[in-house]
């Protein structure tokens, strides 16, 4: 694929560069995105009764188990051609900076370092009551699609219920990341939007934080999206497709 030459010399010449990436960056992982049709996890669970503080209470052993289901396929997933260009941008541009939707940590497990959190890590699950950390064992389970019933565990210090290690709807995201997130978008020189729907708040206003500031703003999603109208480039198509020719054409990386 042939990039505009105004593209690849506005990436060029960022001294600081931000990745916002979602869950279409881990599609090709096959791992569910939530609002793709069909396919998507929000068309076919209910939101309401899976990730809310709400739900949980009601139904601490469904919200559980659901999670559960969601961490071993995170666990048994590999990571994709999307995930190694991101990975390989380190020491190719100065100051970067990775702020990722996702909770499956393949952007750790391909090596990228400092990957800031917005929505937690469904890997750090934590007490409901004290917030002290839970530790999971290794074991992989073999759950059906969907889950099953799994009651949490309590938490040793407190005997609190320990909940999953993700935001919610209606929660607030953790302020450290937020915070370093909003810095990173109003200090970068470009802004690299990989995979992501755009349409969930605070996230999505760090891609008009970015072009406010004057960075040059970039999209790589095979579908419209809420920021069509505000990044300077749209890239359409799928991430592992694109992304590792516009790194390598943009840094002479090959990333083959
Ligand atoms: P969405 O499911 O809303 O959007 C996924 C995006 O990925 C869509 O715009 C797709 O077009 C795009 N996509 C699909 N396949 C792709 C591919 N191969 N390459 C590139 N893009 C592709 O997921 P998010 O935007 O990540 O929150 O959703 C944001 C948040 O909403 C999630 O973090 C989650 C959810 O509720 C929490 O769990 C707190």
Redesign the pocket.
């Known amino acids: 694929m042939q990039f505009n030459p105004a593209l690849l010399e506005g990436l060029r010449a960022a001294r600081g560069l931000a990745i916002l ?5 881990s ?2 992982s096959g791992i569910p ?4 049709k069909l396919v ?3 068309e076919r669970y209910d ?1 309401s009764e899976l ?1 809310t503080l709400e739900a949980f209470e009601r139904d601490p052993d469904l919200v559980w188990g659901w999670y559960e289901w969601r961490r071993m396929k995170a666990l048994r997933a590999q990571p994709n051609a ?1 995930h190694r260009a991101v990975a390989a941008l380190s020491g190719l541009v100065p100051r970067l900076a990775l702020l990722t ?3 499956d940590t393949l952007h750790e497990r391909t090596g990228s370092r400092d990957v800031i959190h ?3 890590e469904l890997g750090r699950p934590y007490c409901q009551m004290c917030r002290a950390p839970y530790r999971l064992t290794d074991e992989i389970l073999d759950l059906p699609e969907g889950g099953k019933r799994i009651p949490p565990p309590w938490c040793a210090s407190c005997g609190g219920r320990v909940r999953p290690g ?4 209606g ?1 607030t995201l953790p302020k450290h990341a937020w915070q370093a997130a909003a810095a990173a978008a109003r200090d970068c020189d470009a802004f690299l939007v ?7 708040q605070p ?2 206003s760090l891609v008009h934080v970015a072009r406010d500031a004057g960075a040059l703003t970039v999209q ?6 809420g920021v069509d109208e505000v990044v300077s480039f749209s890239l359409q ?6 992304l590792p020719g516009l790194v390598a054409q943009t840094w002479s990386r090959d990333l083959a």
Do not use: Y
């Open positions: 990436t979602g869950a279409g960056i599609a090709e995105t939530f609002r793709d998507g996890l929000w939101p990730a999307a939707q996702n909770v917005l929505h937690g993700v935001v919610w709807f929660e990989i995979g992501t729907s755009a349409i969930v996230a999505a790589i999603n095979p579908n419209s999206t198509g799928a991430a592992g497709q694109i």
